[in-house]
Nanobody, 124 residues
Framework: QVQLVESGGGLVQAGGSLRLSCAAS????????MGWYRQAPGKQRELVAT???????NYADSVKGRFTISGDNAENTVSLQMNSLKPEDTAVYYC??????????????????WGQGTQVTVSS
């Protein structure tokens, strides 16, 4: 299977910056997409940004121009640089991967994998 471990997050004042990182490990055949979702209290989990193995990024409108996603295929990592943070960015941020695990020595089935989440709090 595939495990995702996040790092980064924390408390920052509005206008500040934070960087989130996520590393995938386990029996990985391939990773198609990695990225970040977030969930604020009382709200549904929502897309923040994703990046394909080919390097194509996709951003939520609310973070365009402020957040930058980057990935390293060789290391199976993804990072999210968050600048100009706003109080409405406060949420638990979850690392996400669409990946294919090994099944024995063969290709397994595509699946969605999630990290445990890391808290980002932006104070006004």
């Amino acid at each position: 299977q595939v495990q995702l471990v996040e790092s980064g997050g924390g408390l920052v004042q509005a206008g500040g910056s934070l960087r989130l990182s996520c590393a995938a490990s386990g029996s990985i055949w391939s990773i198609n997409t990695m990225g970040w979702y977030r969930q604020a209290p009382g709200k549904q989990r929502e897309l923040v940004a994703t990046i394909t193995s080919g390097g194509k990024p996709n951003y939520a409108d609310s973070v365009k121009g402020r957040f930058t996603i980057s990935g390293d295929n060789a290391e199976n990592t993804v990072s999210l640089q968050m600048n100009s943070l706003k109080p409405e960015d406060t949420a638990v941020y979850y690392c996400y991967a669409e990946a294919v695990p090994f099944m024995g020595t063969m290709r397994g089935y595509d699946g969605d994998y999630w990290g445990q989440g890391t808290q980002v709090t932006v104070s006004s």
